[in-house]
């Protein structure tokens, strides 16, 4: 993950300099990705063209010298992890990636010492030991232990992906969002400035494809990152007023409600998100459909509220369905996959209870129950 992200901030910082710039002030960049802390553990950074030769190093000595085995790597599907021992017996972790400056390949090294890693596994070691001794000790005070240490280890599990995801959407998104505001910034002002319209056509893609990206990022920050809970009393049936009145443009889909006058609360933003996420999966089941009906259906059982939502779309065979909720799954041809993965995690901050039911060509009903109180 480390090297992934030290790749990514690098390849970003080269794409903004031609050659010549990077031959006269790549030393620098790359010097001061060695010595920032949150990059600790690098051996050395490199570049090299397609003819085996150094463009960048870390090392300066190395610049301009032609290491023959790196032509190999340019045949290869990157990035391209793999062990390599430096000439002082070190034995270093690699991470080679392919990139273009202009329209000439090049290829990025990571290094990073392993060493790190090996006491951190030494101490993984001794902690698992540990957790085992300690499992031991609890199996014997009984089932109701046990049941609580599995709970425990789930959301260790999560916590440790949690941390992973985060790290590398915090570099992601940042890498981003920099450059996006002024591609959106310049683009807008490049708008008002011209008149043809044949000109102005390219502008509107250029914003156009900018918001899709600026959504992504905002996708990826919404999965990946630690959600702060907003809890108010408001009304289902309002919020779904609001949800449905935006889709009123949309021809030919019919939506049919059914929703009892319910007031609850919870957190209205992530709530109106949730049912936002799938109400747009719904119209794009039922697009290509000659029956296109949504049917949303909101009543109130004892303390619990039940909502179903169900169209006459596509469906989903047992795969797709079992597939869903991962993130990054996706049967669309454009989508970040990441609809019902952030719908799922959502619904679990809000205690809210998701089930998907779904047949191939015949239709999907969501069916979420939540606490009138959270």
Not at 23 to 48: P, T, V
Not at 56 to 85: D, M, Q, V, W
Not at 107 to 120: F, G, K, M, N, T
Not at 204 to 212: A, C, F, N, P
Request: charged share 25%; hydrophobic share 45%; glycine share 6%.
């Amino acid at each position: 993950m480390q090297a992934l992200g030290i790749t990514v901030a690098l390849n970003s910082l080269i794409q903004n300099l031609s050659i010549e710039k990077l031959q006269r002030e790549g030393i620098n960049i790359m010097s001061e990705m060695l010595i920032d802390e949150k990059w600790e553990g690098i051996a050395f950074l490199a570049l090299y063209d397609k003819k085996s030769k150094v463009i960048l190093h870390s090392n300066p000595a190395l610049i301009g010298k032609t290491f023959e085995e790196i032509a190999t790597i340019f045949g290869r599907e990157t990035p391209f992890y793999h062990k390599l021992t430096l000439g002082t017996g070190e034995e270093v972790f690699v991470s080679d990636t392919l990139t273009k400056i202009g329209n000439d390949p090049f290829l990025i090294r990571v290094a990073l010492h392993i060493y790190p890693a090996e006491i951190l596994l030494r101490t993984t070691k001794t902690h698992l030991i540990f957790v085992g001794f300690s499992i031991l000790l609890i199996t014997f005070a009984g089932i109701l232990a046990i049941v609580v240490m599995e709970k425990m280890a789930k959301m260790q599990g999560k916590m440790e992906e949690l941390e992973k995801l985060s790290m590398l959407t915090k570099v992601l998104v940042h890498e981003i969002r920099n450059p996006l505001g002024s591609i959106k910034g310049f683009t807008q002002y490049l708008a008002k400035k011209i008149n043809d319209p044949s000109l102005k056509q390219y502008t509107d893609i250029i914003l156009k494809e900018s918001l899709r990206l600026e959504r992504l990022s905002d996708e990826l920050s919404n999965y990946a990152l630690p959600q702060k809970i907003n809890i108010t009393e408001f009304d289902i049936r309002e919020v779904f007023n609001e949800i449905i009145l935006s889709f009123q443009n949309l021809k030919d889909i019919t939506v049919k409600t059914h929703i009892e006058n319910i007031s609850v609360k919870s957190d209205r933003d992530k709530f109106k998100q949730i049912i936002t996420n799938i109400m747009e999966n719904a119209i794009d089941a039922v697009a290509g459909r000659e029956e296109k009906v949504i049917t949303v259906e909101i009543k109130k059982i004892n303390d619990k509220i039940k909502i179903e939502i169900t169209d006459t779309g596509i469906g989903m065979d047992r795969v797709t369905l079992k597939k869903a909720k991962e993130a990054f799954f996706t049967t669309k041809s454009k989508g970040s996959g990441l609809g019902l993965a952030i719908v799922e995690k959502l619904c679990e901050t809000l205690k809210i209870e998701l089930i998907i039911k779904s047949k191939k060509n015949i239709g999907t009903t969501v069916c979420l129950t939540m606490p009138e109180s959270l």
